[in-house]
Nanobody, 114 residues
Framework: QVQLIESGGELVQTGGSLRLSCAAS????????MGWFRQAPAKEREFVAA????????YYSDSVKGRFTISRDNAKNTVYLQMNSLKPEDTAVYYC???????WGQGTQVTVSS
């Protein structure tokens, strides 16, 4: 059974930085692409970033490109999201996602105050 556990979300001021972590249990972490999504109040869940199994290919939404960086450590079964220059519109619950078989974490709250 695969479990994804996010951490690192908190209240931060505009312009600040946070690093989210997603620790995965279960076999084969290093074989799968991983992603981050977010959902703001009263909005649809949206794609933020994704990373290939090797970490060599990354994808970002236009809204976070240049500010957020996704990375992974396959030895630690962990994927990260470094978020810089945070804006109030980045406020959301952030979810870790493994597209293969559709696993989701429980989410971690990021709040950016203006």
């Amino acid at each position: 059974q695969v479990q994804l556990i996010e951490s690192g979300g908190e209240l931060v001021q505009t312009g600040g930085s946070l690093r989210l972590s997603c620790a995965a249990s279960g076999p084969g972490f290093g074989s799968f692409a991983m992603g981050w999504f977010r959902q703001a109040p009263a909005k649809e869940r949206e794609f933020v970033a994704a990373i290939s199994w090797s970490g060599q290919t990354n994808y970002y939404s236009d809204s976070v490109k240049g500010r957020f960086t996704i990375s992974r450590d396959n030895a630690k079964n962990t994927v990260y999201l470094q978020m810089n220059s945070l804006k109030p519109e980045d406020t959301a619950v952030y979810y870790c996602h493994r597209p293969t078989a559709g696993y989701w974490g429980q989410g971690t709250q990021v709040t950016v105050s203006s």
